[in-house]
């Protein structure tokens, strides 16, 4: 059994910023890729940032220069610092792992979501 347990989510204006936050637990031998989506109401699904396990990333161009993905290793934690946020933004945030379990199984584990408003 994995799961990605978020955290972080929350109500903030615009321009604001917000920290999240996900943390892999489980049969975990090791973490590959590990990134955010979103999904806004009435929107389908679509990536934010992605990091290898190596550090390399990618981002949305609509985040580019605002948010920064992160991860520990030591840690299986995966951050995502949101800065000068927009209402656009709006949306629930998804935490995504691809994942080598103990048992030698590839599997691709989401979050259950949080929910970040940016309003004033």
């Known amino acids: 059994q994995v799961q990605l347990v978020e955290s972080g989510g929350g109500l903030v204006q615009p321009g604001g910023s917000l920290k999240l936050s996900c943390t892999a637990s489980g049969s975990i031998f090791s973490l590959n890729a590990m990134g955010w989506y979103r999904q806004a109401p009435g929107k389908e699904r679509e990536l934010v940032a992605i990091?290898?396990?190596?550090?390399?990333?990618k981002y949305a161009d609509s985040v580019k220069g605002r948010f920064t993905i992160s991860r520990d290793n030591a840690e299986n934690t995966v951050s995502l610092q949101m800065n000068s946020l927009r209402p656009e933004d709006t949306a629930v945030y998804y935490c995504?792992?691809?994942?080598?379990?103990?048992?030698?199984?590839?599997?691709?584990?989401w979050g259950q979501g949080t929910l970040v408003t940016v309003s004033s």
């Open positions: 995504n792992a691809e994942i080598l379990t103990v048992e030698l199984r590839y599997l691709e584990v």
């Open positions: 990091i290898t396990s190596g550090g390399n990333t």
